[in-house]
Nanobody
Framework: QVQLAESGGGLVQAGDSLKLSCAATGASISNYVMGWFRQAPGKERERVVS????????YGRDSVKGRFTISRDNAKNTVYLQMNMLKPEDTAVYYCAAKPSFQGSFEYWGQGTQVTVSS
């Protein structure tokens, strides 16, 4: 069973960049589809982007295309989310998640990291 821990969140201004990291322990991420989700206050959690073990990425939100990039380093057992040109509407708690197959729901979750973008 994989355990996930996010880091890298913080308070930034609109237009700034942040890079989130998700360190995995207990299992190799090379066996999992990895994803980043976010949840803003008063809103449901939404999938931002995910990446398969072959590197194929799928965006869940058109609003982040061209600004956010997911990547994985299997050797470091870590997944990243590079976020550029941040906007106030990107403010949310960002979660890393994993699932062992293409189908089904994400099963394993980190504790989340807060990203706050001021205008």
């Amino acid at each position: 069973q994989v355990q996930l821990a996010e880091s890298g969140g913080g308070l930034v201004q609109a237009g700034d960049s942040l890079k989130l990291s998700c360190a995995a322990t207990g299992a190799s991420i090379s066996n999992y589809v990895m994803g980043w989700f976010r949840q803003a206050p008063g809103k449901e959690r939404e999938r931002v982007v995910s990446i398969t073990w072959t590197g194929d990425t799928t965006y869940g939100r058109d609003s982040v295309k061209g600004r956010f990039t997911i990547s994985r380093d299997n050797a470091k057992n870590t997944v990243y989310l590079q976020m550029n040109m941040l906007k106030p509407e990107d403010t949310a708690v960002y979660y890393c998640a994993a699932k062992p197959s293409f189908q089904g729901s994400f099963e394993y979750w980190g504790q989340g990291t807060q990203v706050t973008v001021s205008s």
